[in-house]
T-cell receptor, first 116, second 114 residues
Framework: AQSVTQPDIHITVSEGASLELRCNYS??????LFWYVQSPGQGLQLLLK??????LVQGIKGFEAEFKRSQSSFNLRKPSVHWSDAAEYFC??????????????FGKGTHLIIQP | DTAVSQTPKYLVTQMGNDKSIKCEQN?????MYWYKQDSKKFLKIMFS???????INETVPNRFSPKSPDKAHLNLHINSLELGDSAVYFC?????????????FGPGTRLTVL
């Protein structure tokens, strides 16, 4: 069974500084990888996804993530954070099941705090 | 138009009651899901439905039952509510195929059991 680890429960970053959120996954094959963001009291919004091909993927709101197979990682980055980026960030893995209806396995989330 | 909608947004009820949460998607997807987000914000899948067939049934109490009247709806029924059922419940949908297409999530329903 797949699993996702987000080692940082909380991260505090100054506005304008760069950001990296860590994500490690465990899965027997190449997984489908996602980053979702959840603002307070809101639902989940997809930031970006990796299926195959270029290991550096670009997402919305200036985010990017890099898939590193050797490290089983899919870290999320942003060169300069804004106060509006304060939210909960979830890394998730979806199993390749030939189109079968498998759900996403989520990490426990990283709470991002932006300091002025 | 909202892609995945849930009603109600908030639900406050007494222990022992039976309640339902409705979910509708207008994306034409063939698979729908229910997730539970606990007080520590941990998200875990509960159910999925594909072509009216339950595909995943995680280790959730049988007091929870998903019901799909048609392809666009997957409602969650909860019987004999307990304090531990308090959580945010998210509905999601996806179109299955060769790739693992992304899931679209509803806004969530915050259930509080008193």
């Amino acid at each position: 069974a797949q699993s996702v680890t987000q080692p940082d429960i909380h991260i505090t970053v100054s506005e304008g500084a760069s950001l990296e959120l860590r994500c490690n996954y465990s899965y027997g094959a190449t997984p489908y990888l996602f980053w979702y963001v959840q603002s307070p009291g809101q639902g989940l919004q997809l930031l970006l996804k990796y299926f195959s091909g270029d290991t550096l993927v670009q997402g919305i709101k200036g985010f990017e993530a890099e898939f590193k197979r050797s490290q089983s990682s899919f870290n999320l980055r942003k060169p300069s954070v804004h106060w509006s980026d304060a939210a909960e960030y979830f890394c998730a893995v979806g199993a390749r099941a030939g189109g079968g209806a498998d759900g996403l396995t989520f990490g426990k989330g990283t709470h991002l705090i932006i300091q002025p | 138009d909202t892609a995945v909608s849930q009603t109600p947004k908030y639900l406050v009820t007494q222990m022992g009651n039976d309640k339902s949460i409705k979910c509708e998607q207008n994306l034409g997807h063939d698979t729908m899901y229910w997730y539970k987000q606990d007080s520590k914000k941990f998200l875990k899948i509960m159910f999925s439905y594909n072509n009216k067939e339950l595909i995943i049934n995680e280790t959730v109490p049988n007091r929870f039952s998903p019901k799909s009247p048609d392809k666009a709806h997957l409602n969650l029924h909860i019987n004999s509510l307990e304090l531990g059922d308090s959580a945010v419940y998210f509905c999601a949908s996806r179109q299955t195929g060769m790739n693992y297409n992304e899931q679209f999530f509803g806004p969530g329903t915050r259930l509080t059991v008193l």
